[in-house]
């Protein structure tokens, strides 16, 4: 009983020992017992303690889990449904009597590397409980039964139903998240579940566990990894750790914009259609997500380099900046501020009107894109150089260029930014190689967010700056 005089209720989940089994009956006893109702989670270590204020449960919703369980292939519906509410007050007891124990384990040794091939069965959408006859298998894959383990096989089913799906070809993953050592549950999990991309790998992963952890803002449920459960042409193969601490770490510390961008872009390439070079970003972004390194960063800022100009000079070159230039790779100053942090322990500024200025010597707002394939040239000899020194010397000498072309009608940009490169140019913290590497990967990537073109036969002005950055 609580303070307040509410009736409380304690719950005790054993873990053992194989991790993506113990993470479903955790968030199976959770819903089943407080549903949207918050309720406290501590992890003891060798067991998790649930405890909040009782709530009320929808019958119902109890009654679908059990049902295929309790009465299989009842021959009169009606009949099975009544015999299921007869027995509803005793079965669900049973279960809270079961994991109301401190030392809660199954009655015999169960054999759990076969009763995680027996949840494979569990249920798929947007509702879990939409098709309830699929929950908690009496029999696994092998033939072993667990009449005498009903709570946990219901526990276990009832989480199982809250994992996201991906997969790919005949590979499939359910990703279920486990959490940091005291955590509020209420209303959690209620995320898209499927996820598959052409891209392959790991991508499908990412993308479901950005997902899981987008529709977690807000809720005090610190993510510390996600687990497994991985089946190859519907055979069990593997489960545990997919070891993203690094990507549920950033996303705590605030690197949401970033991270969001990522799983924007796996979005948007996941169809059939979607071109080798767009696939290779995606693989390129998955990588970076899960492990934020400088040289993951560079291979993100070559594709995307290389990715643009496979789009100019293919078919379609007018429709390219409408295209894959609208997105703009961590396009703003707090995004990439983000970037950096993630990527290395220094700050470095990255000067908007630099960036700009880069951007408009190489294609400028006024020429057809069909007259600036020059360009790519220019940006890989910027790829290419090892020191700021040079690196900082060749922007000079491309900007000052751009000043004194005669059909240059942008001059006003490069005006602020012959300061901005004064200012960069003697900060000392990028003469350290890595802290180099990451800004240039950074500055070039924002200088192919800013790339912009005319549409050959379009009758366009200039942009602006500031009318272009929306």
């Given at each position: 009983?609580?303070?307040?005089?509410?009736?409380?209720?304690?719950?005790?989940?054993?873990?053992?020992?194989?991790?993506?089994?113990?993470?479903?009956?955790?968030?199976?006893?959770?819903?089943?017992?407080?549903?949207?109702?918050?309720?406290?989670?501590?992890?003891?270590?060798?067991?998790?303690?649930?405890?909040?204020?009782?709530?009320?449960?929808?019958?119902?919703?109890?009654?679908?889990?059990?049902?295929?369980?309790?009465?299989?292939?009842?021959?009169?519906?009606?009949?099975?449904?009544?015999?299921?509410?007869?027995?509803?007050?005793?079965?669900?007891?049973?279960?809270?009597?079961?994991?109301?124990?401190?030392?809660?384990?199954?009655?015999?040794?169960?054999?759990?590397?076969?009763?995680?091939?027996?949840?494979?069965?569990?249920?798929?959408?947007?509702?879990?409980?939409?098709?309830?006859?699929?929950?908690?298998?009496?029999?696994?894959?092998?033939?072993?039964?667990y009449k005498d383990d009903q709570p946990?096989?219901?526990?276990?089913?009832?989480?199982?139903?809250?994992?996201?799906?991906?997969?790919?070809?005949?590979?499939?993953?359910?990703?279920?998240?486990?959490?940091?050592?005291?955590?509020?549950?209420?209303?959690?999990?209620?995320?898209?579940?499927?996820?598959?991309?052409?891209?392959?790998?790991?991508?499908?992963?990412?993308?479901?566990?950005?997902?899981?952890?987008?529709?977690?803002?807000?809720?005090?449920?610190?993510?510390?990894?996600?687990?497994?459960?991985?089946?190859?042409?519907?055979?069990?193969?593997?489960?545990?750790?997919?070891?993203?601490?690094?990507?549920?770490?950033?996303?705590?510390?605030?690197?949401?914009?970033?991270?969001?961008?990522?799983?924007?872009?796996?979005?948007?390439?996941?169809?059939?259609?979607?071109?080798?070079?767009?696939?290779?970003?995606?693989?390129?972004?998955?990588?970076?997500?899960?492990?934020?390194?400088?040289?993951?960063?560079?291979?993100?800022?070559?594709?995307?380099?290389?990715?643009?100009?496979?789009?100019?000079?293919?078919?379609?070159?007018?429709?390219?900046?409408?295209?894959?230039?609208?997105?703009?790779?961590?396009?703003?100053?707090?995004?990439?501020?983000?970037v950096i942090s993630m990527t290395i322990?220094?700050?470095?500024?990255?000067?908007?009107?630099?960036?700009?200025?880069?951007?408009?010597?190489?294609?400028?707002?006024?020429?057809?894109?069909?007259?600036?394939?020059?360009?790519?040239?220019?940006?890989?000899?910027?790829?290419?150089?090892?020191?700021?020194?040079?690196?900082?010397?060749?922007?000079?000498?491309?900007?000052?260029?751009?000043?004194?072309?005669?059909?240059?009608?942008?001059?006003?940009?490069?005006?602020?930014?012959?300061?901005?490169?004064?200012?960069?140019?003697?900060?000392?913290?990028?003469?350290?190689?890595?802290?180099?590497?990451?800004?240039?990967?950074?500055?070039?990537?924002?200088?192919?967010?800013?790339?912009?073109?005319?549409?050959?036969?379009?009758?366009?002005?200039?942009?602006?700056?500031?009318?272009?950055?929306?």
């Amino acid at each position: 009983m609580s303070r307040l005089g509410i009736p409380t209720t304690t719950l005790y989940v054993k873990k053992t020992g194989l991790p993506f089994y113990d993470a479903s009956r955790l968030i199976g006893v959770a819903h089943l017992f407080f549903g949207t109702a918050s309720a406290e989670v501590e992890d003891k270590g060798a067991f998790w303690v649930i405890y909040g204020s009782e709530s009320s449960r929808d019958k119902d919703q109890i009654l679908w889990i059990m049902d295929e369980l309790l009465v299989p292939r009842a021959k009169d519906v009606q009949k099975k449904i009544k015999a299921l509410e007869q027995n509803f007050e005793k079965i669900f007891q049973g279960i809270a009597d079961y994991f109301g124990q401190p030392n809660s384990i199954a009655k015999k040794d169960t054999p759990l590397m076969a009763m995680d091939t027996s949840l494979l069965t569990g249920i798929r959408g947007f509702d879990p409980l939409a098709r309830y006859s699929l929950l908690a298998p009496q029999t696994s894959a092998s033939g072993a039964k667990y009449k005498d383990d009903q709570p946990e096989i219901i526990a276990s089913t009832f989480g199982l139903s809250y994992a996201a799906r991906s997969w790919v070809q005949k590979e499939t993953n359910l990703i279920l998240p486990i959490f940091g050592e005291r955590f509020v549950i209420g209303g959690f999990l209620n995320f898209r579940r499927n996820f598959s991309h052409q891209a392959g790998g790991s991508v499908t992963t990412v993308w479901a566990a950005l997902s899981i952890l987008s529709d977690l803002i807000g809720k005090p449920i610190p993510v510390i990894d996600f687990v497994y459960n991985k089946i190859v042409q519907q055979t069990f193969y593997e489960s545990g750790y997919l070891g993203y601490e690094r990507l549920c770490s950033n996303w705590q510390e605030g690197k949401k914009n970033a991270l969001r961008e990522i799983k924007l872009y796996l979005e948007q390439t996941r169809n059939e259609q979607a071109s080798q070079q767009r696939l290779a970003l995606a693989r390129a972004l998955a990588r970076f997500a899960i492990n934020p390194t400088v040289t993951n960063l560079e291979a993100i800022q070559k594709l995307k380099a290389r990715l643009l100009i496979a789009l100019t000079e293919g078919e379609g070159q007018n429709r390219w900046f409408a295209s894959e230039l609208r997105f703009r790779l961590w396009g703003n100053q707090d995004t990439l501020k983000e970037v950096i942090s993630m990527t290395i322990e220094n700050e470095i500024p990255i000067p908007e009107g630099l960036t700009w200025a880069v951007a408009k010597s190489l294609i400028p707002s006024d020429k057809p894109l069909h007259e600036a394939k020059g360009w790519f040239n220019k940006f890989v000899r910027l790829e290419n150089l090892g020191t700021a020194d040079r690196f900082f010397a060749e922007i000079e000498r491309i900007i000052s260029r751009a000043t004194y072309d005669p059909d240059q009608t942008v001059n006003r940009v490069f005006g602020a930014s012959k300061e901005e490169l004064q200012k960069i140019r003697q900060l000392a913290v990028l003469q350290d190689n890595k802290t180099f590497r990451a800004f240039k990967a950074v500055f070039l990537l924002e200088v192919l967010s800013k790339l912009r073109g005319r549409p050959e036969g379009a009758d366009e002005s200039p942009e602006t700056p500031a009318e272009s950055e929306t």
